[in-house]
Every structure is written in C-alpha cells, then in structure tokens.
C-alpha cells in the first residue's frame, strides 16, 4: 500500500487537471466555483445515466426483438 | 511548361521533394515520409557539402487542440463574469477608467479588444518584462518581484535571482560580453567620441566611424556599398517607404515581422500576402500581377518588391533563397532579404542565409540586417549597389532625420566584424560560428529524440517548443525560472491561438554543461507537464547508438 505513492500520483492528476482546463491561471475562488459547476454536471450525468439507461435499453431491446421476432412468426406462418 | 521545380541554380538541375505534389513527373520518386502529419523536404543545395533542406513542423494530435480551445473557453467565460462583476462594482477596477461625466461617450477603455489583455494576459504576465540586472550573457541575474493582488502591481523584494541561464536573449555569438580586455577599442572611442552624437545623418552626424564601418560591412556581405542606421526597426519601416510608393506591388510573406509590414504600410504600394514559404502561392501571385497589371486600369506595375526574411524568429524556418531568387530572375521582381535573425548565425563563416544556400550576394536586390543579434550592439543596415545605397542616403527618412548610430555602439560592430572576419589576428570569431552550429545541431537533436514537437530548419538557431495549451504557457516559465532557467514563453497575438510555444535562442557563448542542464530540466518539466506530445519518438536503442556518436565526435 504505497499511500505517499498513491497521494503524489493524485496530486500530479490533479494539477493536469488543472493546467489542460486553463483553471491553473484562476484565481483560487474562481477555481472553486468552476469545480462546483463541473462537479455538479457529472453528477447529472452520472445519474441521469445509472437512471435511464437499463430502463432504455431494455425498452429498446423488447421494441426490436417484437419486430423481428413478429416478423418471423408471420414468414412461418406463411410457409406453412 | 516549365514549373518552378525544375530550377536550374548553379548550373545544376535539381528536382525538390515540394509539400504540395503539383507536378505529375514520372522522375519523381515518391518518399515514405511525405506522410500527412510532417513535412519533409528533401533538397541537395549548391553549397558545398550538399546539405539537404531539412524543415518540420509536425501537428500535434487532434486531442490538444480541442483541449485548448476548451481552455480559452473557460478562461473567456470567467473573462465575462469578472468584467460583469466589475461593471456592477462588485470588484474593485484597476484599470484606467473615464470619469462620470464621460460615459454617456463612445468607450475609451474598456474595450473589447482589451478582452484578452484584462483578462487572460494579467493572470500571467509575471513571465514577461522580468527587469535585469546584468548583462544578457550566457547568464545573467534576475531582479526577484512578487505580487500581491495577482499581478496587477509588482514589488521587489530585494533580492537577486544569479546566475539564471540564458535561454531567451538574441545572443548568437556570444558578443554581448563585458570583459575588460576586449572592449578596450570600444572605451577608446567612448573617450574619443563620448556618447551621444548630438546630430542627424545628414546635418553633423556623420562621423568617421560610420564610414569605416559601412565600407567594412560592404566587404563582409561581398556587395558594393551598405548604409547603416542607429535603430534595426526603423531601418525596415524608413526605408521600404522611399523603395517603393503608389503604383508599386509588394509581395510579402505570411508571416513577416512587424517592422516589415509597417514599412509596406507606410510606403501606400498595393501589398499581396503569400503563404509562408510556399513558392506555388507567391508564383501564382507573380503570375497575376504580370497579367493582370493594376487593379482597375490594368497597366503594368512600376515596381514588385517580394520582402521575405533570412530566418523567421517565431518559426525557426529558413527562406527558400535558390527558388525566391529563380522566381524573381525570371519574373523581373526585386528581392528584399531582412536577414535580422540569420546575419552572423547561419552559414560557413557567419554571412547569412546567401552563403548558406550557396548563392552570389549580388542576386539580392537589397539586403537588410540588423547589429542587434549577432553582433551585441544596435542598429540596422541596408546593403547592396552602390546607385541603391546612394539613392538611400538622400531620400531615406531614416538616414535624412534620425540620429545616427552612437560611436562606442559602432565601434563594436567594428570590432565583432573584424573579429568574425579574421582580420584581428585570432580565429575567435569563426570558432564562435563553429560552436553555434554544433551547440543548435546538438540541442535540436536532443529535443526531437526526447520527444517534443520542436518547429523550424534544423540549422536556426531559433527553436521553438510547442505548449499549445494557455495553462501550460504560465506554468511552464514558472517552472522554469524555480529551475534557475530564464525562457520566453510566446502565446497568442503574436502566434496561431492553438499554437503557444516556448522560444529558446542559442548562443555560441553556452557551454555544453549549461545546455544540458537546460535539456535535463526540460525532460523532467516534459514529463510533469505532459508536453511531449510528438508522434515520432525514437526507440531507446536508437537514442543510445545516437548519444554515443554524438559523444564520440
């Protein structure tokens, strides 16, 4: 368990963070508004994802299974 | 018909490797390397060791540049938000404002393109005019300045940064020193002459010291006569004026120099821009100019001045001399070589981009240059025939109404030429020249291999570094300067919004242990920064066969 490791490694991704977002030329408060925001964005994201996306796709997955599942009930009845 | 790639130069034919395939030769041999992301170009020149013509300009992936735009996206919306703050006086404005009975008027300051100056250019302007306090040599000593409310006002806190290595300074051949014993011919004249010069060119400045020196840059270059002027700028944009005037075309590069563009200005000629250093572009402007003649009564141009530069200081490219000079014999245009940068640092024995391609002085119409590079002193000059140079001394404004060049200043361009040329007994000056080549080879090849994108010829001794990003341009000069390492970050009026970079100019004055140390803290800082975004990097076995014949030269 390298925990100093582990820590320099997160300090080291947080400043990437920081420069590729520009946030690093910010002045602290700044930098703190603009984390909220982001912050709270994922967030939504994150939920909205975990929210809807099984629902969706088993909707999606019964609507396309329905169409050709219909469709090849329909063919054999026509064969036979 | 004839394209500009079959040139016959020298008396050879040579076939070029262009960038854009525009001939459909059966000789052409196509490359691998002629790849989408590089630009290689592969030319034999008539010089004597047959270089080729090696220039790059990788791109960087596409990932970087969307990054930076999301970059100046943020910084902009916080640009809004505190300029809204300071609008409804939430935030106290130090900046110049009008007073109360002013601003039912048209807006002085607060203008948008001061936009970027507030609000990006403030938050990280302590990397730019940090004040000096010795000589720009190799090293030098740095005044310590701290700021309290985010670089709105600086104080210093009385300390000296020593001994900062000199990676900024136009210092090519390492004349800018202050040792004793070699400016002893520079304090003799201060003593003989003083300092000012109290007078205009033309009225009672015109001292003996100008004309030794003028003579002496006649012979250095190879041309028949050269005028010198007291300020390298003002050479530019004085003298373009009373080259050429209304009715005259002038045909300039992309991404010439301030100076130049102002003197085209000034001069009221009809200016063309052509792409930078793409001889199909300023071809075809030729072509239409010949044809077309002038805009609306389509008679022929007086004049066709085609101004490009020695080496482009934010690029590190070289012009492409053999093809402008083809082009221009075969068009009747006029050639202007501003060789600000390339005078003293490229070529065999320190004379500019001319005897680097190999080339006769005398095909240069005019050849302009400055003394503040190479030479450690101050002031310009314009070179060529005699009729040309007469006709500047007259109707020059620059030669007319400015004060000429201050004696100890041209006493050492004296003495740096004489020593460049030999003529004081030592070969100091060509060993400068010698040190400056390996010094740029050695730093250039050790930059690609560890895997940045470095822009410009492999022989500038200007190398730009790619940052791209806004954030990384700050961090990257403080960063530096903890390091002891002083750098010029360059960000965006001056270069492409997406393409800061870090400009490092090489001196022959850097030993090879101060190269390295910069070279080391650079791979670390690479490292912690993640700038080493290039595509091309080399394996590890490669780099070590490549260190050791470096090292066993």
């Keep these: 368990m390298d925990v100093k490791g582990l820590k320099e490694y997160l300090s080291w991704l947080y400043y990437q963070y920081l420069l590729v977002t520009c946030s690093y030329v910010l002045e602290p408060w700044e930098q703190s508004i603009f984390n909220t925001l982001l912050f709270t964005m994922v967030t939504m994201v994150v939920y909205t994802a975990y929210v809807f996306i099984p629902i969706h796709t088993r909707l999606a997955l019964e609507f396309f299974s329905g169409l050709f599942g219909g469709q090849h009930e329909s063919t054999a009845a026509f064969m036979s | 018909m004839a394209t500009t790639a079959d040139l016959v130069s020298n008396g050879n034919i040579h076939r070029h490797n262009q960038n854009i395939d525009t001939f459909k030769s059966d000789a052409y041999v196509r490359s691998g390397f002629n790849s989408h992301c590089n630009k290689h170009n592969g030319k034999a020149n008539g010089g004597l060791d047959k270089r080729p013509f090696k220039e790059s300009f990788d ?161 250095f270059l190879g041309v028949e006569d050269s005028m010198t002027f007291g300020m390298g700028f003002a050479t530019n944009s004085m003298n373009i004026p009373a080259l050429v005037g209304k009715g005259c075309l002038i045909l300039s590069d992309e991404l010439n120099h301030t100076s130049l563009v102002l003197g085209a200005r000034l001069s009221g000629s009809t200016i063309r821009v052509f792409k930078h250093n793409n001889l199909q572009s300023l071809e075809k402007l030729l072509r239409d100019a010949i044809v077309h003649g002038q805009p609306r009564t389509h008679r022929p141009w007086k004049k066709i ?153 492999e022989d500038s001794p200007v190398v730009p570094l790619l940052l791209y990003m806004p954030g990384k ?9 903890k390091k002891n390492i002083g750098v010029v970050v360059v960000g965006f009026p001056a270069t492409p919004i997406t393409e800061s970079r870090a400009r490092f100019c090489l001196s022959a004055a850097h030993t090879r242990g101060m190269l390295d140390k910069v070279l080391n803290t650079l791979d670390d800082l690479g490292d912690c920064l993640s700038l080493k975004y290039s595509r091309h990097k080399r394996s590890i076995q490669d780099r070590t066969l490549r260190r050791n014949s470096v090292l066993n030269h």
């Excluded at chain 2, 000589?135 to 030098?140: A, D, E, K, M, T």
């Excluded at chain 2, 341009?473 to 300067?481: D, I, Q």
Aim: charged share 20%; net charge neutral; hydrophobic share 40%.
């Design chain 2, 305 to 457: 001045l085609i101004l490009v530069e020695g080496i482009y200081s934010m690029e590190g490219s070289v012009v492409r001399l053999p093809e402008i000079v083809a082009l221009k014999k075969k068009y009747k245009a006029y050639l202007y070589l501003d060789e600000a940068h390339s005078i003293g640092a490229v070529g065999q024995t320190g004379r500019g981009v001319t005897e680097y391609f190999g080339l006769d002085p005398s095909d240069v119409d005019v050849m302009m240059g400055t003394f503040t590079k190479s030479f450690g002193a101050a002031g310009g000059y314009i070179a060529g025939k005699k009729e040309l140079v007469d006709f500047l001394r007259t109707h020059s404004h620059s030669s007319v109404y400015a004060t000429s060049m201050s004696p100890p200043v041209a006493k050492q361009i004296l003495r740096v030429l004489k020593c460049i040329m030999g003529q004081d007994g030592t070969t100091v000056g060509i060993q400068r020249v010698r040190q400056l080549t390996e010094n740029v080879r050695y730093f250039r090849q050790r930059l690609q291999e560890m895997g940045f994108i470095i822009y410009g010829n």
């Design chain 2, 473 to 481: 341009v700050g961090a990257f000069a403080r960063e530096m300067l």
């Design chain 2, 59 to 219: 791109q960087a992936p596409l990932y970087v540049a969307v990054l930076t735009y999301v970059g100046f996206g943020v910084v902009t919306l916080f640009g809004y938000f505190r300029d809204f703050l300071r609008a409804c006086g939430l935030e106290k404005c130090y900046l110049a404002q009008e007073r109360e009975e002013q601003k039912d008027f048209v807006p002085l300051y607060q203008d948008f393109e001061n936009f970027y100056t507030r609000n990006l250019y403030m938050r990280v302007r302590d990397n730019w005019n940090r004040p000096i306090c010795s000589l720009p040599g190799p090293q030098f000593d740095l005044v310590e300045r701290v700021s309290d409310d985010y670089n709105w006002t600086f104080r210093n806190t009385g300390k000296i940064i020593k001994n900062v290595i000199n990676m900024g300074s136009y210092n090519y051949l390492g004349f800018a020193e202050n040792n004793a014993s070699f400016l002893t011919t520079v304090e003799d004249t201060t003593r003989q002459y003083g300092v000012g010069v109290c007078s205009t060119r033309q009225e009672m400045g015109n001292l003996d010291i100008h004309n030794e020196l003028e003579d002496l840059v006649a012979k």
